[in-house]
């Protein structure tokens, strides 16, 4: 999968290797490991990787089977990606970017939406 990490603000955000949990309810069914990497000021780059989905746990889910009957299963997804944030390469500050994001998967056409939500801390 290819996740896109967005860097709307004028410093650069250098985070460490870390890993994003997919949940179904309050189940984690999957783990994500994100690499490190520099995002530049202003600007996104895509991030490769897999999920390793724990079938057993989604399927056993006792909302699983309700979920599909209606049609549509609701993931969530979060991430804490721990780094420096700069600015222009003299100031470095601890941060954390925190995404929490609501994934809705129809059954029937297939299709995915997706609405997330990030914060820094500095």
């Not at 069914?29 to 994100?34: S, Y």
């Not at 202003?42 to 909302?63: C, E, G, H, W, Y």
């Not at 500050?93 to 299709?111: E, M, P, V």
């Amino acid at each position: 999968m290819v996740i896109t990490i967005q860097n709307p603000n004028y410093g650069s955000f250098e985070f460490t290797n870390s890993t994003g949990y997919v949940n179904f309810h309050d189940t984690v069914i999957a783990e994500v490991p994100i690499d490190a990497e520099l995002v530049p000021a202003r600007s996104q780059i895509n991030v490769s990787t897999s999920a390793d989905f724990m079938v057993a746990k989604l399927v056993n889910d006792p909302s699983f089977w309700s979920d599909v009957v209606h049609g549509t299963l609701i993931f969530t997804s979060t991430a804490t990606l721990p780094g420096k944030a700069r600015m222009f390469n003299i100031i470095k500050l601890k941060a954390t970017a925190y995404s929490l994001c609501d994934i809705s998967f129809n059954i029937s056409s297939k299709d995915v939406d997706t609405n997330c939500i990030s914060k820094v801390k500095l």
